[in-house]
């Protein structure tokens, strides 16, 4: 599976569509992506992950580096629509209890304007 990413911006939040899979050979990517996006002074960044296939120690590596980045500067990286495999992978080894994950991309935009009805305790 090919990984993918695209950055689109909607209500002055970063949104950061991530598709394939996140490994190795992807992560630095991914890093990239998170980076550049710190330098442009983007701190709120929603990581949709509605078509992640497949997430490595790599991958998880870059969320919880970027992680505290972001809310050094006052924002924060929250993750919207994980897919099952890759929730029980964060809950596993409790990134669930450092990222704020969310059902769906609207929840966790919301989340940024304190409108959000709660983060997502289990997979969907």
């Known amino acids: 599976m090919t990984y993918t990413q695209e950055i689109l911006l909607e209500g002055g939040i970063s949104i950061l569509r991530v598709s394939g899979h ?3 050979h992807t992560a630095p990517d991914l890093d990239r992506a998170l980076t550049d996006l710190l330098e442009s002074g983007a ?4 990581l949709d ?7 490595s120690s790599a991958g998880l590596g870059v969320l919880t580096g970027s ?3 972001f809310r050094e500067r006052g924002g924060d990286l929250k993750l919207a629509a994980v897919p099952p ?5 964060l809950d596993l080894l409790g990134f669930t209890r450092l990222l704020d994950l969310y059902d769906t991309r609207d929840a966790a935009i919301a989340a940024f304007a304190g409108k959000a009805s709660g983060r997502e305790t289990r997979p969907s």
């Not at 701190?43 to 929603?46: D, K, L, M, P």
């Not at 495999?85 to 992978?89: D, E, K, L, Q, S």
């Open 67 to 69: 992680l505290g980045a």
């Open 22 to 24: 996140l490994d190795a």
């Open 43 to 46: 701190f709120r960044v929603v």
């Open 85 to 89: 495999n890759a929730y029980r992978v």
């Open 49 to 55: 992950l509605a078509e992640l296939g497949y997430i």
